[in-house]
């Protein structure tokens, strides 16, 4: 037993560095679901479809697990869709494997083409005729905390980046293409910019020699609209909202969302309640 148990944790922890990171972000909940065979995936080869509305975002990386071919990534995401009840997926960045990462990683759109309502998330109601853009700068918990840097475009300041923090920013001068930052060293990020367009910068710290260095990511848009949104939430819960069938509003915390079934978290006389409720007994989800 004592021989196996080093080979036990090496196989779990095998599985675990071949699991795929999946993170999905919900704006809308639809209560029906689609089959998954019936997903309809539009990649960045194929004109996305007159009319749809965005229910939310996945993205899906990883390093080195395994079934990380093209074609399981996107079934991937298609799980994620049906769980929120999307009926197509609108991929909107591809990673092919390199010589640092040996699978496929994508960003998608979870769609709704059964709706018209917004077909992208914007932050701001920016006109296409402004003759500024709007970068949305943001940095969510993690390393590094006691390091703050300044973020720069060009010549210009943006703004001094803390842990967990944002702040959007008007530009007026498009034509500087490089974000940066400096702590131990300066760290260059180029951004192509366009008037009347918003942006979203992830920022964050990696690891340095002595006291950490900038990282800065530009986040594709509906990524972003989603990630900057929970950092501006901070700590404050606000419940979710479900509309059941029969007229009934339940307040509470969405924990988990299944094909069949939603678990929630609900506060009955003061006490905490962990539930199921049915896809099929819910008429609309709101999610605060």
């Not at 949104?229 to 404050?236: A, L, P, S, T």
């Given at each position: ?75 991937k995401a298609k799980l994620e869709a049906q769980k929120i009840g999307g009926n197509s997926i609108v991929i909107t960045n591809h990673f092919k494997p390199d010589e640092y990462n040996t699978c496929h990683r994508i960003n998608a759109k979870i769609t709704d083409t059964n709706s018209n309502g917004i077909k992208d998330m914007k932050l701001t109601d920016i006109p296409d005729s402004a003759n500024y853009s709007v970068i949305h700068l943001y940095r969510p918990p993690g390393r590094g905390a006691i390091v703050t840097y ?139």
């Amino acid at each position: 037993m004592k021989k196996l148990f080093p080979v036990i944790i090496m196989m779990a922890t095998l599985c675990y560095s071949c699991s795929p990171r999946i993170t999905t972000y919900a704006h809308k909940i639809n209560a029906k679901t689609t089959s998954v065979k019936d997903i309809k995936v539009y990649d960045l080869s194929t004109q996305e479809p007159d009319k749809y509305e965005v229910l939310g975002a996945v993205k899906i990386k990883g390093r080195g697990w395994l079934n990380c071919e093209y074609k399981s990534v996107v079934n991937k995401a298609k799980l994620e869709a049906q769980k929120i009840g999307g009926n197509s997926i609108v991929i909107t960045n591809h990673f092919k494997p390199d010589e640092y990462n040996t699978c496929h990683r994508i960003n998608a759109k979870i769609t709704d083409t059964n709706s018209n309502g917004i077909k992208d998330m914007k932050l701001t109601d920016i006109p296409d005729s402004a003759n500024y853009s709007v970068i949305h700068l943001y940095r969510p918990p993690g390393r590094g905390a006691i390091v703050t840097y300044q973020v720069n475009l060009g010549d210009n300041a943006l703004w001094r980046i803390r842990h967990n923090s944002y702040n959007s920013v008007n530009v007026e001068n498009i034509n500087d293409s490089i974000l940066w930052a400096q702590t131990e060293v300066k760290v260059e990020t180029p951004i192509k910019i366009e008037k009347g367009k918003e942006y979203f910068v992830k920022c964050g710290v990696s690891t340095g020699i002595f006291f950490g260095r900038p990282h800065m990511e530009v986040v594709n848009n509906n990524i972003g609209y989603f990630e900057y949104k929970k950092i501006k939430k901070g700590n404050i819960k606000r419940m979710d909202t479900i509309i059941t069938t029969d007229g009934k509003e339940i307040r509470c915390f969405i924990k988990e969302i299944e094909k069949d079934r939603v678990r929630i978290l609900v506060y009955r006389n003061g006490k905490k309640s962990k539930e199921d409720i049915n896809r099929s007994d819910i008429k609309e989800i709101k999610i605060k």
